[in-house]
């Protein structure tokens, strides 16, 4: 079993940046691909990045794809999400996710995060 745990949400002003932690507990993460996804009120979970095993490939959802910049620490057992250049419609809960293939498909992940709230304010 990987616990997973999310920190670094807050509020920011649009145009601004911020940084995501995930930490992993109980089981290493490392076997694992791992990824983010969001979830805005009233909406579905969708895809944000994800990030293979090795941590050489990554991935992107089109919508943030030049502002997000996945990555990984295996010696911390944590992932990290860098957000810049923030819109208001990114404001969402996002959450950490860990499985066996770096894929946009959610049901792919067997381990989640509670989720941290980012609101980016215009």
């Known amino acids: 079993q990987v616990q997973l745990v999310e920190s670094g949400g807050g509020l920011v002003q649009a145009g601004g940046s911020l940084g995501l932690s995930c930490a992993g507990s109980?089981?290493?993460?490392?076997?694992?691909?791992m990824a983010w996804f969001r979830q805005a009120p009233g909406k579905e979970r969708e895809f944000v990045a994800a990030?293979?095993?090795?941590?050489?490939?990554?991935y992107y959802a089109d919508s943030v794809k030049g502002r997000f910049t996945v990555s990984r620490d295996h010696a911390r057992n944590t992932l990290h999400l860098q957000m810049s250049s923030l819109k208001p419609e990114d404001t969402a809960v996002y959450y950490c996710?860990?499985?066996?293939?770096?894929?946009?498909?959610?049901?792919?992940?067997?381990?989640w995060g509670q989720g941290t709230l980012v609101t980016v304010s215009s």
């Open positions: 996710a860990a499985g066996s293939i770096p894929t946009s498909d959610r049901l792919r992940y067997n381990f």
């Open positions: 990030i293979s095993r090795s941590g050489g490939n990554t």
């Open positions: 109980g089981r290493s993460a490392s076997p694992y691909a």
